[in-house]
Nanobody, 123 residues
Framework: QLQASGGGLVQAGGSLRLACAAS????????MAWFRQAPGKEREFVAV????????SYADSVKGRFTISRDNDNDAVYLQMISLKPEDTAIYYC??????????????????WGQGTLVTVSN
């Protein structure tokens, strides 16, 4: 139901734009978020956006470098990443909460998950 794409290999300092597309149902009224899981580490929160796109929040580690946005007409969410660092290397997952709920930062608050897209940042 959620399909993440846009990952790849990039050099440190480079940029990537991840996309998360909905299929089979709409997520226009769902809070959407990106999480990531680095090798050997637990999955962690990256960014979240309200269903009307009026509110966003970011992990401190990506603040100022990553921007989450959404296009409700096309039922898609994006993560623009700039100034990438090797420590940003991870599988990135998009996720959605049940409809009409507020922002949340824990994995357990999200019911719908995409399959993940791998981002690798080299030195």
């Amino acid at each position: 139901q959620l399909q993440a794409s846009g990952g790849g290999l990039v050099q440190a300092g480079g940029s990537l734009r991840l996309a998360c597309a909905a299929s089979g149902r709409t997520f226009r009224r769902n809070v959407m978020a990106w999480f990531r899981q680095a090798p050997g580490k637990e999955r962690e929160f990256v960014a979240v956006i309200s269903w009307r796109a009026g509110s966003t929040s970011y992990a401190d580690s990506v603040k100022g470098r990553f921007t989450i946005s959404r296009d409700n007409d096309n039922d898609a969410v994006y993560l623009q990443m700039i100034s990438l660092k090797p420590e940003d290397t991870a599988i990135y997952y998009c996720a959605a909460r049940p409809p009409l709920l507020g922002l949340a930062f824990r994995q357990s608050d999200y019911n719908y998950w995409g399959q993940g897209t791998l981002v690798t940042v080299s030195n």
